[in-house]
């Protein structure tokens, strides 16, 4: 039986961890795996649900070190796992969060390197066929399910994947900066296999906000790549996110689209990359989105039909695997990705997918995010095409109006919800049962409160002798940015006359300090329940921002 080690290309001192701008070198993580895996239980299951990235690696490791299996689950929300996971006697779970309890045993990783790196170099190696992780699928078209990895079909998708990048330019082994989490598929065979295979290096953070993401790839000594989704993407470009140059971006989770794809080359000045993926078979297909709309199958990889259903095969496979997706087999290995099985829908004797459906509603200028949602039938009653729109301008008979140019009349949503923002999981996906709860919380008129849209101005004027002043700083005092950001959201309460409840501060920027007697004159645009607002001291902007809230 064959074996691969669980380290390769990576020598003795390489940095294989940046955290922050603190380099980690693979001996240090060979000997924190090794330490921790004898502190590990003597069972076959071990949920890891760490957050730092680096503890889920060493985490990771040291649960094969032990012949264990990772179980990797959707979410780390306590009923979710312990409805798919049920308590065993077999299984344990390791985490970072001292406030996280599940069902079962607890292994409370402690950040705390072991001292001294050990002085051989002995790599573990595991059979080719050892049970890995078990990992699920998102939830997005119904209930989770769980999926089975090798050894051997990690290591190879690992090396597939890097080898397809440099069919498109040479891409030499970067630091990976990841927004989605190491327990998604996608941020596993990325962030984690990657790294410990194929010679990249990982950040340690999982940041979700563009200020953060910027802050990881700029305080990172060494040449980074984003990893990433739509979701993500689109929100730094939307809020003009800079950060230094980044090799390329890779997104995967959901279909990026072209005109996204093309603003982002051009405002990074980088290349944008796809992975087309699912749970039960990895990563699938790459493609650069600008260049081609096809996917290119990674190398070994074949698509074949049986009773009309599409199915992969590939040596690294332990048997054949449906595909979920519809797809058309091109020539020279690449196909056309139609949409998920599930996320068909036919209305009056014509058909449509919701992928086709979402992506031509979020490519419609001034949508931030939206989707198009059947909910299910109550009572008896047939359900009608919903749709979800986040917008900073755009009213509902404008975008309906857009969209009778665009899809057939028959798909035109009725009801469309315009909304703050869409019940997405950290990877950007939106469960099927999320969208349920989210359409029935609308329906009750419990989400959506509408408020006075227009532009506000007024002056703020915080008292000099506030507390907050002894401790920022004594020798030269400023206004807290918190302390700010308290009085810009009293002084939009009282323009609008409504008390207002923060629900997501989306962005703020402190441009210019703010001193004790200084007058801060601010300027709110306010479209549904978002506000964006600007403000100006001593004729200089200060600082910007938006903020998302309802009324009571």
Known sequence: MSSFPLIAIHTYDS???????????TCQLLSDARHLADQLPDKQYAINLCSNRYHFLVSFCAILIRKQTNILPPNKLRDAINNLIPQSPDTYYIT???????????????????????????????????LCVINYTSGSTGVPKKHYKTWNSLVSTALRTHQSF????????????ATVPAQHMFGLETSIMLPIQQGYAMHTGTPFFPEAIRKSIDNCPAKCALITTPLHLQSCLETETPFQSVEFILS???????????????????????IYGCTEAGTIATRQTTRNHLWKLLDGITLTSHNGVNQLECDCYQSVVPLPDRVIAKESG?????????????????????????????????IRDGAFFMP???????????????????????????????????????????????????????????LNQFYRELNQDNVMQTVREGTYKNSIKIPPDHPSLDGHFPNNPLYPGVVILTYVISALSVEIKEEIDIK????????????????????????????????????????????IFSTE
């Not at 940095?15 to 701008?21: L, T």
């Not at 406030?99 to 059979?127: G, H, M, V, Y």
């Open 96 to 130: 970072d969060d001292k406030d996280l309890e599940i069902e079962q045993e607890r292994i409370l990783f402690k950040n705390s390197n072991t001292p001294n790196a050990p002085l051989s170099f002995e790599i573990p190696t595991l059979s080719s066929e050892h």
């Open 504 to 547: 997501q501060v989306p962005n703020v920027k402190f441009l210019k300090p703010l001193h004790p007697g200084d007058e801060l004159n601010m300027e709110y645009h306010v479209t549904g329940n978002r506000a964006k607002f600007s403000g100006f001291s001593n004729e200089e902007k200060v600082l910007t921002g938006q903020l």
């Open 166 to 177: 440099n069919t498109y330019r040479q891409i030499a082994p970067v630091t990976l900066v």
């Open 252 to 274: 995967a989770t959901a279909p990026l689209s072209i005109s996204l794809a093309k603003k982002a080359e051009s405002y990074y000045n980088t290349s944008t990359f796809e």
């Open 376 to 434: 299910d039938e109550h009572d008896g009653k047939m359900s009608r095409l919903t749709a979800f729109v986040v917008t900073d301008n755009l009213k509902q008979n404008e975008i309906i109006r857009i969209l009778r140019k665009k899809i057939d009349p028959l798909f035109l949503p009725r009801p469309l919800y315009i909304v703050d923002s869409l019940p997405r999981s950290e990877t950007g996906k939106l469960p099927k049962q999320a």
């Open 15 to 25: 940095i294989i961890a940046w955290d922050a701008d603190k380099p980690i070198q």
């Open 334 to 366: 690449y196909l056309e990705l139609l949409g998920r099985n599930e996320s068909m829908i036919n209305i009056g004797g014509k058909r449509a997918s919701f992928e086709e459906l979402n992506l031509i509603l979020t490519d419609i200028e001034g």
